[in-house]
Structures are given as C-alpha cells and as structure tokens.
C-alpha cells in the first residue's frame, strides 16, 4: 500500500513556505540519516523516492553526499537541480558536470552510476513527467529564475 503522506507532501511542496524552511528541513534530514545509518529520511518518510548521493569535489577531491529527492525512471534515478529555488545551481550539479559519474546510496544500498544531463526536446519531455510527480519544481523554478538542471543517472 502507497503511503498517504506522499500526496500530502507534494501538496506541501507547492508552498512557498517550505523553500523558506529548506535549513531547517535538510538539517533534520542529516541527522535522520546519521542516527539510522542511512535508511531513513524525511523524505522517505513521507513516502517519496530519497537518495544519497556522492560526488567527488571538482575543486577538493573529497567525496561530497548530500540527501535528494529523486523521480524513479525505470531503472534510472532522475534529478533535478532545484537548489529550493535559490538563484544558484547546487553544488552537486557541477560535480556531476565535472566527472559524469557518481554513486547513490538508496536504504544504505550503494549504486555506481553514470551521469548524462539532459537538454534540448529530451528535457521537455522529462520536465513534463517531473512536474506531474513533484509539482513543486515549477514554483522553485520561477522563485529561482533559473532553468533547473536535470540529470539521469544510470547504474553501471
């Protein structure tokens, strides 16, 4: 049986509100993660898709995680760099950019994955089935002012 808080939280997801409570949200879903060794997130909790994902740091060479929402798509992970509607694209994008590889942590199960960003007609495709599973990106695209990148990632 689906979880009924999904619906709930893509209502939610339309409210401009919740962009403003984006810190508060991302550092209880850190902690959530570190407490239940990565098998639990807020946005999983609310019945959605959730990842980890790990980049290497373009600049650094560090690996760099962070927790996203992501459309499944057959066996692909999609996402969509929204960055909460900040001008600014968010940092993993232009990770993702720089080594076109990664790895997804899904549940504590790691996933090595290629990375192809999409443009052109295939990103109007996509941004058409992204709205209908997170209506929200369209708010956080105006607030941002930005096209949103989007990327598939493809296990390996």
């Known amino acids: ?28 879903d850190k902690k959530l993660h570190r407490w239940f060794g990565g098998k639990v997130s807020l946005v999983g909790i609310a019945g959605l898709p959730s990842l980890r994902l790990t980049t290497v740091g373009r600049k650094s060479g560090l690996p760099r995680s962070t927790n996203l929402l992501y459309f499944p798509h057959g066996a692909d992970f999609v996402l969509t760099g929204s960055n909460w509607g900040r001008p600014q694209n968010p940092a993993w994008t232009f990770n993702l950019r720089a080594l ?20 052109g007609e295939e990103y109007d495709r996509m941004w058409g089935e992204l709205l209908e599973f997170w209506p929200g990106y369209e708010m956080e695209r105006v607030a941002a002012g930005r096209p949103l990148p989007v990327f598939v990632l493809s296990p390996r």
């Open 1 to 28: 049986m689906a979880n009924p808080l999904a619906n709930l939280a893509r209502k939610l997801g339309t409210q401009p509100w919740v962009m403003e409570a984006s810190r508060g949200i991302i550092w209880a």
């Open 100 to 119: 076109s590889e990664a790895e997804v942590a899904i549940r504590g199960r790691e996933v090595a994955v290629k990375v192809r960003e999409l443009e």
